[in-house]
T-cell receptor, first 109, second 111 residues
Framework: AQRVTQPEKLLSVFKGAPVELKCNYSYSGSPELFWYVQYSRQRLQLLLRHISRESIKGFTADLNKGETSFHLKKPFAQEEDSAMYYC???????????FGQGTTLQVKP | EAQVTQNPRYLITVTGKKLTVTCSQNMNHEYMSWYRQDPGLGLRQIYYSMNVEVTDKGDVPEGYKVSRKEKRNFPLILESPSPNQTSLYFCATLAGANVLTFGAGSRLTVL
């Protein structure tokens, strides 16, 4: 079954430290993956998509089909990065988005 | 400005009292969806709609109904709310490039 797993509920780092939010997926087809972010008191919004191969707010994510992972990385965390992060996979046949459980990133000063 | 508007944003109600959470979008998108967000469980899809008069169950449809009589509106109906439906609810539309645009959320408490 299609599934997205984010193994960490909470990730706490100090400002300036590297960050890696883990995301693993299981999907039989060719996956399309996303990271969404929810800052405090704000709505969920797209952070980045794997097909764009872009860097947004210093974050990058590379799709590793061998390891079925799509980890989100940033070399130097900032306090304003503190938020809830969701990894999501789009089913190609239904268009449905499957979300992981979410990881709260806490960046301490 | 592209918008997904949910109402009410906050609601406290009692078990069994029917309620409706409205969702409206101004982007003429065909796809709309409802999610609930619970601690430790992430976002789970309740219902979605591919177009007017086309709705399908998501992962957790029990206790909910939806309707899609017109493209812009996709209300979520709780006919007989129960405490386990206490949650934060999000409506979303799917834009081009498969990007979801979310509403601000509706926090529902069922006593």
């Amino acid at each position: 079954a299609q599934r997205v797993t984010q193994p960490e509920k909470l990730l706490s780092v100090f400002k300036g430290a590297p960050v890696e939010l883990k995301c693993n997926y299981s999907y039989s087809g060719s996956p399309e993956l996303f990271w969404y972010v929810q800052y405090s008191r704000q709505r969920l919004q797209l952070l980045l998509r794997h097909i764009s191969r872009e860097s947004i707010k210093g974050f990058t994510a590379d799709l590793n089909k061998g390891e079925t992972s799509f980890h989100l990385k940033k070399p130097f965390a900032q306090e304003e990065d503190s938020a809830m992060y969701y990894c999501a996979l789009k089913e190609s046949n239904t268009g449905k988005l499957i979300f992981g459980q979410g990881t709260t990133l806490q960046v301490k000063p | 400005e592209a918008q997904v508007t949910q109402n009410p944003r906050y609601l406290i109600t009692v078990t069994g009292k029917k309620l409706t959470v409205t969702c409206s979008q101004n982007m003429n998108h065909e796809y709309m969806s409802w999610y609930r967000q619970d601690p430790g469980l992430g976002l789970r899809q309740i219902y979605y709609s591919m177009n007017v008069e086309v709705t399908d169950k998501g992962d957790v449809p029990e206790g909910y109904k939806v309707s899609r009589k017109e493209k812009r509106n996709f209300p979520l109906i709780l006919e007989s709310p129960s405490p386990n439906q206490t949650s934060l609810y999000f409506c979303a539309t799917l834009a081009g490039a498969n990007v979801l645009t979310f509403g601000a959320g509706s926090r529902l408490t069922v006593l």
